[in-house]
């Protein structure tokens, strides 16, 4: 079956400091792998994908590149800010079938500290 | 355009008690994913429905919870009898099905429910 595994948080971080959160996957078949962001009382929010290996997902300074060969999409920011402080979750699904289901990784807090 | 909406945002109820908890999806998606969150666990799904017909219940803990889906911009999810160990954020998400933006999911703000 599909998993996710991310880093084990929480996270904690000097404004400007450079962000890397580990995600390692196991899967069938080529998935879809995203990244969500969860600020403080709210729902999950689509951070970026990438669809099929060596793709590259960025969005607000954020990047992950997909990796089918260490089956790894880490999360990077060059310099975080604090209201990056948020819980990010890595998460897969199997879209070359008709199977949308996301497989979420639990999640790993970030905190930056001004 | 609106996003996903849920009502109660937060709801406080007795054990035993039935619980409602309603989502409207973004119009024009056709599949809508209720997700339950909890420290312990983490983001669990727990049934999603396609074009309004459950695709899969697998993750419905027992049945004390039920989903149902009679349009396209309506779903419920119903707990009955509802216990302490229900309590949990609740979201709902949607979906559209086709397209370069299939598979990515819009959630809701998530409903709090407290049973005391």
């Known amino acids: 079956g599909n998993s996710v595994t991310q880093m084990e948080g929480p996270v904690t971080l000097s404004e400007e400091a450079f962000l890397t959160i580990n995600c390692t996957y196991t899967?069938?078949?080529?998935?879809?792998l995203f990244w969500y962001v969860q600020y403080p009382g709210e729902g999950l929010q689509l951070l970026l994908k990438?669809?099929?290996?060596?793709d590259k997902g960025s969005n607000k300074g954020f990047e992950a590149t997909y990796r089918k060969e260490t089956t790894s999409f880490h999360l990077e920011k060059g310099s975080v800010q604090v209201s990056d402080s948020a819980v990010y979750f890595c998460?897969?699904?199997?879209?070359?079938?008709?199977?949308?289901?996301?497989?979420f990784g639990k999640g790993t807090l970030l905190t930056v500290n001004p | 355009d609106a996003g996903v909406i849920q009502s109660p945002r937060h709801e406080v109820t007795e054990m035993g008690q039935e619980v409602t908890l309603r989502c409207k999806p973004i119009?024009?998606?056709?599949?809508l994913f209720w997700y339950r969150q909890t420290m312990m666990r983490g983001l669990e799904l727990l049934i999603y429905f396609n074009n309004n017909v459950p695709i899969d219940d697998s993750g419905m803990p027992e049945d004390r919870f039920s989903a149902k889906m009679p349009n396209a911009s309506f779903s419920t999810l119903k707990i009955q009898p509802s216990e302490p160990r229900d309590s949990a954020v609740y979201f709902c998400a949607s979906s559209i099905g086709r397209g370069g933006r299939r598979n990515e999911q819009f959630f809701g703000p998530g409903t709090r429910l407290t049973v005391l």
């Open positions: 998460a897969l699904t199997n879209s070359g079938g008709s199977n949308y289901k996301l497989t």
């Open positions: 990438a669809t099929k290996a060596d």
């Open positions: 899967a069938t078949g080529y998935p879809s």
């Open positions: 119009s024009g998606h056709d599949y």
